[in-house]
């Protein structure tokens, strides 16, 4: 009986210690605070947006080969033709177009990547829901200039990385500020912030919105039907409220007789 009393009060207090532990631990190995993402899976205007910063900056080298091109024209309410103008500049190897109803794949090899980059090209179908809208979104952000790497950048959400800072153009090129602070005994560097160092072609503000639309994209992405399952969810609730409606008014009609 005892036994079993300790086993029960066990649970709840390692779950405890590891709620309270957890940040700790997060900030012990090196994780970089996470801004959070402004996004919406329903502004279609901002995935439109996003799409076409995906398609201009992104997809000449990630593929994103769970989605379909005509499959975005549908979901964002874009015309087929616009969707292959602003996304398809492709060939089949017959040399004919790449059609609206393939795959986002990409034309370079693993091989080819490996040599330029050092690594594979992931897909980034997936990425948003692997990594976490914040996540996606403080990277995209959180690149700097570091002259020891072999593409001149750094990141501090991606230690190393071997991907280069394909927005700088628009972002400009920063330079992390770090302050020290105190873990318990130990002086630990923390990342307080960037200081601009060039600037780029959108301001800070602009550049964040960008960032953001990119990331709603990636989310859309990653689960299309998203939306879809929301705006389902609703029409549920609404029929379960006028079903309760009739159901009760028919109870009372079966027995208003029987008292
Ligand atoms: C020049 C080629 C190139 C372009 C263009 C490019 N990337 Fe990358 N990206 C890479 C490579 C290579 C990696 C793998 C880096 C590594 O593992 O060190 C990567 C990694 C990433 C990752 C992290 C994947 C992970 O490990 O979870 C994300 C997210 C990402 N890219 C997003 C983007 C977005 C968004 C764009 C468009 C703004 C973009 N990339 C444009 C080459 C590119």
């Known amino acids: 009986m005892k036994n079993n009393t300790m086993k029960n009060l066990l649970i709840p207090v390692l779950m405890a210690v590891a709620v309270i532990l957890a940040p700790a631990i997060a900030a012990a ?30 997809y000449s080298c990630h593929a994103a080969s769970f989605m379909r091109f005509n499959r975005i024209a549908k979901d964002l309410e874009m015309d087929e033709q616009d969707v292959r103008e602003m996304m398809i500049h492709t060939r089949g190897k017959k040399g004919d177009p790449t059609k609206i109803g393939e795959l986002m794949k990409v034309s370079m090899t693993k091989d080819y990547a490996k040599n330029a980059f050092g690594t594979a090209v992931p897909d980034l179908s997936l990425e948003a829901r692997a990594r976490g809208a914040d996540w996606v979104y403080t990277y995209l952000r959180s690149f700097y200039v570091d002259p020891y790497r072999p593409t001149g950048m750094n990141n501090t959400v991606f230690p190393d990385v071997g991907m280069p800072n394909v927005l700088w153009r628009l972002q400009g090129l920063q330079e992390p500020v770090y302050k020290t602070v105190m873990h318990g005994d130990v002086e630990v560097e923390e990342l307080e912030g960037f200081k601009q160092i060039q600037l780029g072609s959108l301001s800070g503000e602009d550049y964040d919105k960008f960032v953001a639309d990119l990331t709603n994209f990636m989310v859309y992405l990653s689960e299309p039907v998203q939306s879809e399952r929301r705006s389902l969810g609703w029409k549920v609730l609404l029929f379960l409220v006028i079903f309760f409606g009739f159901a009760y008014a028919l109870k009372k009609e079966y027995w208003k007789d029987v008292h």
């Open 29 to 58: 190995s090196g994780h970089a605070h996470l801004d959070k993402a402004p996004i919406d899976i329903s502004d279609k205007e901002s995935l439109r947006r996003g799409a076409k910063a995906f398609a201009d900056y992104c």
